[in-house]
T-cell receptor
Framework: KQEVTQIPAALSVPEGENLVLNCSFTDSAIYNLQWFRQDPGKGLTSLLLIQSSQREQTSGRLNASLDKSSGRSTLYIAASQPGDSATYLCAHTGANSKLTFGKGITLSVRP | DTGVSQDPRHKITKRGQNVTFRCDPISEHNRLYWYRQTLGQGPEFLTYFQNEAQLEKSRLLSDRFSAERPKGSFSTLEIQRTEQGDSAMYLC??????????????FGEGSWLTVV
């Protein structure tokens, strides 16, 4: 069974801190890896997508990297803000086009 | 582009009843996906359509579950003889092309099901 692991399950940081969220996966044949944001009781919003041939993607204060050989991805959030508080999920796309998700990391940014 | 729309947003039903959820994808998106998410877990794949063709079904989708996309536009997910274990959020998503090749996938707000 292909798995996606996100540790820790929850993280609390003071406002302004730079932080890194980690994701590891066992499937070596992924097409891409995506990071999503989910607010409580809501759907998912795609933040960044990294194709398997790429190493990183950036959008604003977010930077995601992918090391396919080691089965790891990181999401870097610069200068965190209270509005960044949410659950962040990583997911990869396999040969059958379906997304396999981790359980997510619930981030709380304290003012 | 009004986003992916799901209806109803919340449904409480008694065990044994049938429920149906509807999803309206972003117009002209030919791929439509259903996922299920329980508390504290990531979404799990249920099924997906390319146009009206159902291309894959997860083993999670028991015989009590059926999904349709009759004209390649909106989709319905029906659960027959609901059980308490069916309580979850049912998420619909759509994309304009194969997400293996970088297409952004857009999720709806989800339909919460509580079986009592």
């Amino acid at each position: 069974k292909q798995e996606v692991t996100q540790i820790p399950a929850a993280l609390s940081v003071p406002e302004g801190e730079n932080l890194v969220l980690n994701c590891s996966f066992t499937d070596s044949a992924i097409y891409n890896l995506q990071w999503f944001r989910q607010d409580p009781g809501k759907g998912l919003t795609s933040l960044l997508l990294i194709q398997s041939s790429q190493r990183e993607q950036t959008s604003g204060r977010l930077n995601a990297s992918l090391d396919k050989s080691s089965g790891r991805s990181t999401l870097y959030i610069a200068a965190s803000q209270p509005g960044d508080s949410a659950t962040y999920l990583c997911a990869h796309t396999g040969a059958n086009s379906k997304l396999t998700f981790g359980k997510g990391i619930t981030l709380s940014v304290r003012p | 582009d009004t986003g992916v729309s799901q209806d109803p947003r919340h449904k409480i039903t008694k065990r044994g009843q049938n429920v149906t959820f509807r999803c309206d994808p972003i117009s002209e998106h030919n791929r439509l996906y259903w996922y299920r998410q329980t508390l504290g877990q990531g979404p799990e794949f249920l099924t997906y359509f390319q146009n009206e063709a159902q291309l894959e079904k997860s083993r999670l989708l028991s015989d009590r579950f059926s999904a349709e996309r009759p004209k390649g536009s909106f989709s319905t997910l029906e659960i027959q003889r609901t059980e308490q274990g069916d309580s979850a959020m049912y998420l619909c998503a759509s994309s304009s092309r194969d997400n293996r090749f970088g297409a952004t996938i857009y999720f709806g707000e989800g339909s919460w099901l509580t079986v009592v």
